[in-house]
């Protein structure tokens, strides 16, 4: 823990030197905010769906650091959010905590980029502004009427002042009790603390980012009554910033638009922390820092230890197993080899756990499998954390070791022949039911188009499925591509497979309502007539014929 708060605070020193007056990518900025916050409100629900939004949120980063000013700060972002993608192999709170931090890091980025724009260029920061200033909860009217007064000092004041009081609102919510709405609230302050950390030095006692990072790591560790004190200091020196920001601080500058004859921005950049404060040390990709840096409140395992070997290994897997929804099989095999590579430099405490082996041999025989499937990688997600669960001295899931037993047996070519014969055998009882009762009576034909219906998804698992895999083995990209329309592949088969559902089941009750209407069973009895007396020496035409009787 002690070696994660000191990579937290040398990361600090990323945001403070983000502050070249260069303009940020306004667009990819809030597509990105637009997808983390996406993944954030559907995590938990719909995992497959969760990783198309991180793919769309880690391309608009790939857009938006370009134009960042500091490449430390350009792969902080990337660190944090790979720390997302590993969250989502544990809880929902911890990939909505390591959203919120990676919200604050997206905030400040912008704060001081703005800040430095409009103290330079002010008429290349309007767009900046007003974004700026709906992200911080403040009317972009106020502050750029603010701004175009030569105010900027106060347009700073509205919005930390606003930044500040969603930090105490956040902090306020905390419990002290170890569960994941507690955490998700520490970390949404740790978040916000982020955007206000420069201000938060000048208090008497000054914030500082040792005493997020303590809280989390007492939180994790289910130390509440060492929680409770490091509240009630952080609530305190919350409340000493909040009330040293009731009055904006007096303009001292020239204003925006005139001449600065100091030669100096009305608000500058701000500094850096000092040496004393921060470490050298290179922190973990995901770890239970929670300090306004680029990993500034990184997820806590709710029940397990973390490691960094580990967190990139899940990083990699999810990689994996989005890259299969899409039938990008060559994409996943370099993931999976990315994973395994991770998996050979985690701590030893992993390695030595009872299982490693087994899940590196695992990895490298599924990254070997002809036509992967994302049931396959989601059973390597789950052996990972079994092999954790049993570095902690617990014992892993039964149903894990089930479906990790299950992919390894049934997956690549064996799965494609079971489908595909299951698929052929389908052909049968469609073929009895129309020699039995032919095509003419259209009750009839609808229990035939039901039956059809509800087989369909294994007819399409078997024959695209074994087209997938045989363009998988042979290399034949187009072939290899209509594993992505299988019904299992990604979450639009389980929708698909309700409305099929649906329709067979209309298909079948009209049908059969309709040979019950015909027997007398529903709506009155049919008067029976006449029976036709069968023609001597033709004994074989008094069979019944189903086709004319019903």
């Known amino acids: 823990m002690g070696a994660a708060r000191a990579g937290v605070l040398a990361l600090m020193l990323a945001l403070s030197a983000a502050g ?11 597509r990105l905010a637009q997808q983390l916050d996406a993944a954030a409100a559907a995590a938990g629900q719909d995992s497959l769906a969760t990783l198309k939004q991180l793919d769309a949120a880690q391309a608009a980063l790939s857009e938006l650091q370009p134009t960042l000013s500091s490449a430390k700060l350009s792969a902080a972002l990337q660190d944090t959010l790979n720390a997302v993608r590993a969250a ?3 809880t929902p709170a911890e990939l909505q905590a390591q959203v919120q931090l990676a919200r604050g890091l997206m905030r400040k980025a912008l704060y001081d980029q703005t800040m430095n724009l409009l103290a330079t260029t002010p008429a290349n920061g309007s767009d900046h502004l007003k974004l700026l200033a709906r992200e911080l909860g403040v009317e972009p009217a106020s502050v750029q009427t603010d701004v175009q007064a030569g105010h900027l000092n106060r347009a700073a004041w509205k919005l930390q002042q606003s930044a500040t009081a969603k930090l105490q609102a956040a902090l306020g919510s905390v419990q002290a009790q ?9 970390a949404r302050a740790a978040g916000w603390f982020t955007v206000v950390q420069d201000a938060a030095r000048s208090v008497d006692p000054p914030l500082k980012p040792e005493q997020f990072s303590l809280a989390l790591t007492q939180l994790s560790g289910g130390q509440l009554g060492e929680l409770q004190g490091s509240l009630r200091s952080l609530r305190g020196g919350v409340a000493a910033l909040s009330t040293s920001l009731k009055t904006p601080a007096a303009q001292t500058d020239s204003p925006v638009k005139g001449a600065v004859s100091s030669g100096k921005p009305p608000v500058s950049v701000p500094p850096a922390p000092s040496p004393a404060t921060s470490s050298p040390a290179t922190p973990p990709r995901v770890s239970p820092a929670t300090t306004p840096g680029a990993n500034t409140g990184a997820t806590i395992a709710a029940s397990l230890p973390r490691t960094a070997g580990a967190d990139a290994a899940y990083a990699s897997l999810g990689r994996a197993l989005s890259a299969t929804t899409r039938a990008d099989l060559p994409a996943a095999r370099r993931a999976l080899q990315d994973a395994l590579t991770a998996l050979t430099k985690a701590p030893a405490a992993l390695r030595n756990a009872p299982g490693y082996g087994a899940l590196v041999q695992r990895v490298k025989f599924m990254a070997g499998r002809a036509a992967l499937r994302p049931a396959d990688v989601q059973a390597l997600i789950g052996d990972l954390s079994t092999l954790e669960a049993r570095q902690a001295g617990k014992s892993g899931s039964v149903m894990t070791a089930l479906a990790s037993g299950t992919a390894l047996a049934l997956g690549g070519g064996v799965r494609a022949m079971l489908a595909l014969l299951l698929a052929l055998v389908c052909a049968a009882p469609l073929y009895l039911l129309n020699l039995a009762f032919g095509g003419k009576n259209p009750f009839w034909r609808a229990i035939s188009a039901a039956l059809l219906l509800l ?5 399409a698992e078997g024959l695209l499925g074994f087209l997938g895999w045989l363009g ?17 592949q990604s979450a639009f088969g389980v929708p698909l497979r309700m409305l099929i559902t649906a329709l067979a089941l ?17 709506g009155g009895r049919r008067p029976a007539g006449p029976r036709p007396a069968p023609k001597p020496k033709q004994p074989d035409q008094t069979s019944f014929d189903w086709d004319e009787e019903l």
């Open 178 to 186: 170890q569960s994941g709405a507690a955490y998700l609230n520490l």
């Open 506 to 522: 209309g298909l079948a009750t009209y049908g059969f309502r309709g040979l019950c209407v015909q027997f007398g069973l529903l």
């Open 20 to 30: 070249t007056a260069s303009a940020q990518n306004l667009t990819a900025y809030s």
């Open 472 to 488: 998988d083995t042979l290399n034949v990209p187009f072939l290899r591509g209509l594993l992505a329309l299988t019904p299992g």
């Open 88 to 90: 989502q192999a544990r």
């Open 455 to 459: 087989l369909l998804p294994t007819l």
